[in-house]
């Protein structure tokens, strides 16, 4: 009888896709179901952006682009890099991929060899440890919690390194905390690092356009980061274009033909209409994405004003992205009916069935008395699904 390779069964699922699944699946058997699990935004891709894409079309970039991506489109996102973050890369120093996470794993699996040591900062993006396990390497945890703003510190990440690190990775704003590091946070963590010269850094700034701070610092632009970082960004979360699949990675040339490399077995090049697209997103007008940027602030305010008034749970201000990742260690423990709740996953899956909203357990996200609240969507469906979770854990005891 056939069966998959012992390959997939070690590649663990994501939680956020899981439970996304779960609570389509109940909403489809006909039960009331709001959503605050996905992470995307509930905005549509900015009409510019779409003309963009029908004009390329019609100018015929239907065809094969290469690999490392449409040389314009590499360009553009040079004169971004350059103009936003003070950083100078070449073309060839940039690969165009299938979205962030593509770009990800494609530098995870160029840099870790078998039994190599990756730091990453708890709470963490949940397909960062099974990318490092699909590479032969071994994750390093370095925790924080709701009084350290979840984000630990230098000296933290400090103890956490032994000759086998090999790469530092994190994001930032972050998910799924929406914790921002600041300059002098990365300017530490630099300082430790320039220490220990045989450690890569990636930096996945995908959410750097949703930062309600009015600055994002990528740490390559601090001194002796850039020829040792790879930075992550793409198009889908600060420019609502999730389903074009566009994301990118510029690094050092060693990395970036590397990546090539990997990504021409795997994919070749990205979709060419989405680059011509992309164009117009990194050069257009950014109204749209700042009114974008703007409702999710005053959701997460929202969102912040109505958690409080849940007993026992405890907050982080979130200061990016368009998530918050409360502590409910106060219900954990408790029953009803003769149902006890004890971990973060149960109280998800109760919260799913009896109150019909669907989150995402901490777990997933190295911080097992956590869940993650999605607030891309309406005031509306905030207000009445956090008076859900309000209702439905009012009945644990």
């Given at each position: 009888?056939?069966?998959?390779?012992?390959?997939?069964?070690?590649?663990?699922?994501?939680?956020?896709?899981?439970?996304?699944?779960?609570?389509?699946?109940?909403?489809?058997?006909?039960?009331?179901?709001?959503?605050?699990?996905?992470?995307?935004?509930?905005?549509?891709?900015?009409?510019?952006?779409?003309?963009?894409?029908?004009?390329?079309?019609?100018?015929?970039?239907?065809?094969?682009?290469?690999?490392?991506?449409?040389?314009?489109?590499?360009?553009?996102?040079?004169?971004?890099?350059?103009?936003?973050?003070?950083?100078?890369?070449?073309?060839?120093?940039?690969?165009?991929?299938?979205?962030?996470?593509?770009?990800?794993?494609?530098?995870?699996?160029?840099?870790?060899?078998?039994?190599?040591?990756?730091?990453?900062?708890?709470?963490?993006?949940?397909?960062?440890?099974?990318?490092?396990?699909?590479?032969?390497?071994?994750?390093?945890?370095?925790?924080?919690?709701?009084?350290?703003?979840?984000?630990?510190?230098?000296e933290d990440i400090r103890k956490a390194i032994t000759p086998?690190?090999?790469?530092?990775?994190?994001?930032?704003?972050?998910?799924?905390?929406?914790?921002?590091?600041?300059?002098?946070?990365?300017?530490?963590?630099?300082?430790?690092?320039?220490?220990?010269?045989?450690?890569?850094?990636?930096?996945?700034?995908?959410?750097?356009?949703?930062?309600?701070?009015?600055?994002?610092?990528?740490?390559?632009?601090?001194?002796?980061?850039?020829?040792?970082?790879?930075?992550?960004?793409?198009?889908?979360?600060?420019?609502?274009?999730?389903?074009?699949?566009?994301?990118?990675?510029?690094?050092?040339?060693?990395?970036?033909?590397?990546?090539?490399?990997?990504?021409?077995?795997?994919?070749?090049?990205?979709?060419?209409?989405?680059?011509?697209?992309?164009?117009?997103?990194?050069?257009?007008?950014?109204?749209?994405?700042?009114?974008?940027?703007?409702?999710?602030?005053?959701?997460?305010?929202?969102?912040?004003?109505?958690?409080?008034?849940?007993?026992g749970m405890k907050v982080s201000k979130?200061?990016?992205?368009?998530?918050?990742?409360?502590?409910?260690?106060?219900?954990?423990?408790?029953?009803?009916?003769?149902?006890?709740?004890?971990?973060?996953?149960?109280?998800?899956?109760?919260?799913?069935?009896?109150?019909?909203?669907?989150?995402?357990?901490?777990?997933?996200?190295?911080?097992?008395?956590?869940?993650?609240?999605?607030?891309?969507?309406?005031?509306?469906?905030?207000?009445?699904?956090?008076?859900?979770?309000?209702?439905?854990?009012?009945?644990?005891?």
């Amino acid at each position: 009888m056939f069966e998959p390779s012992k390959r997939i069964g070690e590649i663990t699922e994501s939680e956020t896709l899981a439970m996304t699944k779960r609570a389509r699946e109940l909403k489809e058997s006909g039960k009331d179901i709001i959503s605050l699990s996905i992470g995307e935004p509930d905005f549509d891709t900015p009409a510019h952006i779409c003309d963009a894409a029908y004009q390329a079309m019609k100018d015929g970039h239907t065809h094969y682009p290469p690999v490392l991506g449409l040389l314009a489109f590499r360009e553009a996102i040079c004169k971004k890099l350059h103009d936003e973050n003070g950083l100078h890369y070449t073309p060839d120093c940039v690969i165009v991929s299938n979205g962030a996470k593509h770009s990800i794993i494609n530098a995870v699996l160029s840099i870790i060899n078998p039994g190599d040591e990756v730091i990453v900062p708890a709470p963490y993006w949940v397909s960062y440890p099974t990318m490092v396990d699909y590479a032969g390497g071994k994750c390093v945890y370095v925790d924080s919690s709701i009084e350290s703003g979840l984000k630990p510190s230098a000296e933290d990440i400090r103890k956490a390194i032994t000759p086998k690190t090999k790469l530092f990775i994190f994001s930032s704003p972050t998910n799924p905390s929406g914790a921002v590091w600041t300059k002098e946070e990365l300017e530490a963590i630099a300082a430790v690092l320039r220490e220990y010269p045989n450690i890569f850094v990636i930096s996945d700034e995908i959410y750097e356009r949703i930062n309600y701070t009015g600055t994002h610092t990528s740490i390559a632009s601090l001194p002796g980061m850039f020829e040792r970082t790879a930075v992550v960004n793409g198009l889908a979360k600060g420019f609502a274009m999730t389903g074009w699949r566009i994301g990118y990675l510029a690094g050092p040339k060693w990395l970036v033909n590397a990546c090539e490399k990997m990504q021409g077995l795997f994919t070749s090049g990205a979709n060419s209409i989405s680059q011509m697209a992309g164009i117009a997103a990194l050069q257009g007008d950014e109204t749209p994405l700042i009114a974008m940027r703007e409702r999710f602030k005053v959701r997460r305010d929202l969102t912040l004003n109505l958690l409080s008034e849940i007993p026992g749970m405890k907050v982080s201000k979130p200061d990016g992205a368009f998530y918050v990742f409360p502590d409910i260690s106060y219900y954990l423990g408790k029953s009803i009916g003769g149902r006890q709740i004890n971990t973060a996953e149960e109280l998800c899956i109760y919260l799913l069935e009896e109150g019909g909203v669907a989150t995402v357990s901490g777990t997933a996200f190295g911080m097992p008395n956590c869940i993650r609240i999605s607030y891309a969507t309406d005031d509306a469906n905030i207000t009445l699904a956090i008076g859900r979770l309000k209702t439905a854990l009012a009945l644990l005891s």
